[in-house]
């Protein structure tokens, strides 16, 4: 840690959801964090721990209506995180960012989006993953995508960020290795728990619907796929990739599939020593043999990633927690990045196991 860097304002907006939940819990744990503004419209002078029972005793203090942009008087920075459902920050940010100026903090301020609406880059795009016009298409190229081990260097200083989705995060964790390859065709199949959906109960997450049942949906039209395709696009690759997403009887976790044909040229030692160049001195990314397990990595901001070859088939794995890796984790990472901070800061924890 910069023994010069001043401590972090905090601001979590939408903080009564999963993800705030999750922000709030590291933020208090955070060594360069000092203060944080629980914001939430639904549970505005309720105690924190009423959304989220876990933090009882130990993160104290009530969820606020309003964020109080004039409680920030001295040099700190000021981190912002949009925990809100998509479109609402994109509506929301030429009034946030007025407010930022008449209280003198612009400057200061960091914005982290965990929504889609930043994620990717062309309006069209965003209108076909997301079935709706942007509301803020002007702004769509302000914001660096935060997919953490690949665009540290974008990430260093940035002061707009969109926060990766958690199909997203593992997808491209498995695949990036690999844009520069003739892949052909790459089947991916995604696996997620019911925390995914956020913490408004229907139909899809109401457990007597969903604890013993199993289900696709959004087959080969998931709205992850847009911002896959652009990092993966962006990086050179021509394969052609269909994403079937599953739901499981799980609460958190996210278990990535991707399989492949070997391309000419490429073994199996070749192609996971890919993966050691990418990712052996990255802190959260570890690479297994075998299958990932979501019991080894829930509760904490690592991705396991496995690669395994039979002859010319070959299949990469990636697993990780939806609400860390995947999301507040992930976040706090490149809150981190963005600041000059040590990456792991205030995230060097193992989950619990089992589960
Ligand atoms: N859950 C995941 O695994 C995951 C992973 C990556 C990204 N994300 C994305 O991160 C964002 C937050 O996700 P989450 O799972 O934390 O969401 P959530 O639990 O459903 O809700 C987060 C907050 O959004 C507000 N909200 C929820 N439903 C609303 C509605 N119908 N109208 C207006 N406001 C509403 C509430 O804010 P107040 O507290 O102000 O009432 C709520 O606390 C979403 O954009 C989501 O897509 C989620």
Redesign the pocket.
Known sequence: MKADLPKVGAVV????????GELLRLLAGHPAVASVQA?????AGKPLWSAHPNLRGFVPGDFRAEADWDSFPGAEPIVVFS????V?LAKELEALEAAWQSAGIADRVTLID???DFRVREAGVFAEAYGQAHPAPHRLQDFVYGLSEWNGAALKGATRIANP??FATGVQLALLPLADLDLGFVAVGGVTGS??????PSETTHHPTRAGDFRAYKPLKHQHQAEIVQSLAARGATFDLAFVPHSAPLVRGIFITAQFRLPEGVDGPALKARFHAAYGATPFVRILDGSPRLNAVNGSNACDVAVVVEGRQAVVFAALD??LK??AGQAVQNMNLALGLEETAGLWSAGGYPG
């Open positions: 907006l939408g903080a009564a959801g999963y993800g705030g914001v939430s419209k639904s549970h925990a809100q459902p998509h609402t965990l929504s889609g989705g958690c925390s995914g959906s956020g913490a408004l939806n609400l995947g999301m």
